[in-house]
Nanobody
Framework: KVQLVESGGGSVQAGGSLRLSCAGS????????????MGWFRQYPGNEREGVAA???????TYANSAKGRFAISKDNAGSTLYLQMNSVRPDDSSMYYC????????????????????WGQGTQVTVSS
């Protein structure tokens, strides 16, 4: 059973940096992680989960407007780990962040769409103070 486990959340001051990690495990076939399209999402209380950044199995990257120029998504296939480098963080970046993955048969139409992903982690909390 595929499992995704996030880490790296915490408290940081506005303008600072934080790196989130998502470790994948439970794959039954070799190189499964490299074939996985993955994304980072966040969810504010009372709101739907929204896509922040995504990377597909070919390395194509998509960012939400709020993340462009500040966040960087990367994927270490050898280490089965997904990262989100968050720079110049703002108080409105405070949220629960989730890692997601999927094995799409074709290119995703909406890489930042929740419905594109099948596997989800439990989330890691990020709190940015002003």
């Amino acid at each position: 059973k595929v499992q995704l486990v996030e880490s790296g959340g915490g408290s940081v001051q506005a303008g600072g940096s934080l790196r989130l990690s998502c470790a994948g495990s439970g794959y039954t076939a070799p190189n499964s992680f490299s074939r996985m399209s993955m994304g980072w999402f966040r969810q504010y209380p009372g709101n739907e989960r929204e896509g922040v950044a995504a990377i597909d199995s070919d390395g194509r990257i998509t960012y939400a407007n709020s993340a462009k120029g500040r966040f960087a998504i990367s994927k270490d296939n050898a280490g089965s780990t997904l990262y989100l480098q968050m720079n110049s963080v703002r108080p409105d970046d405070s949220s629960m962040y989730y890692c997601a993955g999927s094995f799409p048969l074709t290119s995703m139409r909406q890489p930042l769409g929740r419905s594109e992903y099948y596997f989800w982690g439990q989330g890691t909390q990020v709190t940015v103070s002003s």
